[in-house]
């Protein structure tokens, strides 16, 4: 059974994290969900009232962001790999810098020891020298950034069909199933 960590950041752009997940469920991933305090307010103002039940409601586990002792919080759980969808720049900032403050960063920490996928959806605009560096930082750690930039090459007809064809492309770079984004044809 595939299990992956899905963690939702403060950053705008929730929408990601329920296209995320409704993509790993469609693929019967196990879900271990972790939200930060921002993520929930986002969640909120973003996607509207159901949005935390509705996504919670996909999760095979949901844990508390301060309950750093649950199972993802170490190595010897057995995932495949781990999204932060979006990945706010303080959580980026942590992860790259190894700040372990919440179960999110923790998970995520867990996930480069371990030598495991780690997909960041980084939502910044514009970016700042030391967004920059932890971005670099982050990957020279083995975490793959990916902004959420739309593929225009597809000629998406709406906001809904951007949003998933970029978490579908988070969890392709998972490997854990053959690809579901929509490729370019040529």
Known sequence: ????????????????????????????????????????????????????????????????????????ASGSAPVDGMIVAPCSMRSLAAIANGLDDNLLTRAASVQLKERRPLVLMTREAPLTLAHLRNMTQATEMGAIILPPVPAFYMVPESVDQVVDQIAARAVDLLRIAPPIALDWKG
């Open 1 to 72: 059974m595939t299990r992956v960590v899905l963690g939702v950041a403060g950053a705008s752009g929730a929408a990601l994290a329920l296209a995320t997940a409704r993509h790993l469920s469609a693929l019967g991933a196990e879900i271990d969900l972790v939200i930060s305090a921002a993520a929930e307010r986002t969640l909120l103002e973003e996607c509207g009232e159901g949005a935390f039940d509705q996504i919670t409601a996909m999760a095979t586990r949901y844990h508390e962001r301060g309950n750093i002792g649950a199972a993802i």
